[in-house]
């Protein structure tokens, strides 16, 4: 089961989350063609340039989840570490994304066509259940420590 999850969570939080957030942040244009991102021309300018920030904040403070992926993989002693802090930082981050995009529609700002929002809110749902996941596997390994 752990190395199950330490590849999950290398496969999604590293190469799909962590990743994709590289590519928004660094290729906006690349990020939009492959749909991780809403194109300019259908969002509020304000809210496609706060996206662009918000890119480069997670390039920034997502990547400890991915790193216990790798730890847990190693079955080194550091991983249930890493994996609370990415998983509060995984949930976090679903949960901030979720709300602020609910808030910003109901205020009428255009935030992108309503498919790509429903995708986009089942990708957040997924990145708080592993951080969730995580967070509870952590916490079972240290209790048993």
Excluded at 36 to 46: G, T
Aim: proline share 6%; with cysteine.
């Amino acid at each position: 089961m752990r190395t199950l999850w330490g590849l999950i969570l290398i496969v999604v939080a590293l190469l799909l989350c962590w990743g994709g957030q590289v590519v928004n942040a660094l290729f906006p244009k690349r990020a939009e063609r492959w749909g991780l991102s809403e194109p300019q021309a259908e969002v509020d300018p304000v809210f496609y340039t706060d996206s662009r920030g918000e890119a480069f904040w997670d390039v920034l403070s997502i990547w400890p989840l991915p790193v216990a992926g790798v730890l847990l993989l190693l079955d080194h002693p550091w991983w249930p570490y890493f994996g609370l802090v990415g998983g509060g930082i995984f949930i976090y981050f679903s949960g901030r994304g979720t709300v602020v995009r609910l808030v910003l529609r109901r205020h009428g700002i255009r935030i992108g066509h309503p498919k790509r929002l429903a995708a986009y809110y089942i990708i957040l749902f997924v990145w708080a259940l592993l951080g969730a996941v995580t967070i509870a596997m952590a916490v079972r390994t240290l209790e048993a420590s």
